[in-house]
């Protein structure tokens, strides 16, 4: 059962993400899944109500699966084959590094998605696991946390990391979704190639800041890293303020590109909108979401 001392923030921010759970889910519709006996259509045989095909009849078989109207045209004894019912394995990792909570609006946005995906889940009759990542550590999540709002009191204990995460836990055949600003250096394949490597269909979720594209303003300023706190003076010449608008589209740019060529799907879901209306444009358009 779900905890309910939870805080008034998160209180509104898990209506939020219930909301946006009734209008809709992950993409369980794109493909057959599978994993545990359960509600949805698998890749194997099973004792669902959808028939797939027929076969030779085995010693052995149970004979309420034959083909009888077949066997009374041909004289040969035939099985109705049907597909399985299965319940879909799914893996969500949430990037706790600082620039995910650098403002109000992306952390509640982070969070929001984080409830979002896990009640889609449920919803569905999934297995869940969740896990808080930073760089090269991890921990994982408990569904009472989540739902509460309680689960970020454990992330003081990962230690500082601005290294691109690549989680090892991603289960074989199921939904991976990783919520993520993406605001790493390097190759996006480095995190992509084993999320995809082992069937299923993956996920990016990227809460974005629309005024992350561009520089805030022209001369001298102090820039602070939010990941390791360190400072330094720079002057923003409007040269500067191009390239940095150039290098911030085309670091995204990578990244969906990335994605289309290791088959995973990627949106990005902005902060500044409520949850429903953010998953209603690109995340909807482009498959990351469908209509519950």
């Not at 309680?150 to 074989?172: K, N, Q, Y």
Request: aromatic share 8%; net charge neutral.
């Amino acid at each position: 059962m779900f905890m309910e001392n939870a805080s008034p923030s998160s209180t509104g921010i898990r209506q939020e993400a219930e909301q946006a759970a009734r209008r809709f889910r992950l993409p369980f519709s794109r493909q057959a899944w599978k994993g545990v006996q359960g509600g949805w259509t698998g890749r194997e045989t099973g004792n669902s109500i959808d028939f797939q095909d027929h076969r030779a009849y085995q010693w052995g078989d149970d004979p309420r699966g034959i083909h009888w109207a077949a066997y009374a045209r041909t004289g040969q004894l035939t099985m109705k084959v049907y597909q399985a019912e299965l319940s879909p394995l799914v893996d969500i990792a949430v990037d706790v590094s600082e620039s995910m909570f650098l403002c109000e609006e992306r952390a509640a946005a982070t969070e929001a998605l984080l409830q979002f995906c896990m009640l889609s889940s449920l919803q569905a009759g999934a297995q869940v696991r969740m896990h808080a990542v930073k760089g090269r550590h991890g921990i994982p999540l408990e569904m009472e946390d989540v739902h509460s709002g309680r689960w970020r009191a454990g992330l003081p204990e990962l230690p500082a990391d601005e290294t691109m995460p690549v989680p090892a836990f991603w289960r074989a055949n199921g939904l991976k979704i990783f919520i993520s600003d993406l605001l790493y250096p390097g190759e996006p394949s480095a995190l992509l190639a084993p999320m995809t490597s082992r069937g299923g269909l993956s996920l990016i979720l990227a809460p974005t800041l629309p005024e992350e594209a561009t520089l805030p303003e022209t001369g001298n300023v102090r820039l602070k890293n939010c990941e390791s706190g360190a400072t330094r003076n720079q002057y923003l010449s409007s040269g500067l303020s191009r390239r940095y608008v150039r290098a911030y589209a085309v670091h995204f740019e990578l990244w969906a590109a990335a994605c289309r060529r290791h088959q995973a799907l990627f949106s990005r879901i902005p902060c500044n909108l409520p949850l429903t209306k953010a998953l209603a444009a690109e995340a909807f358009s482009g498959g990351a979401v469908e209509l519950a």
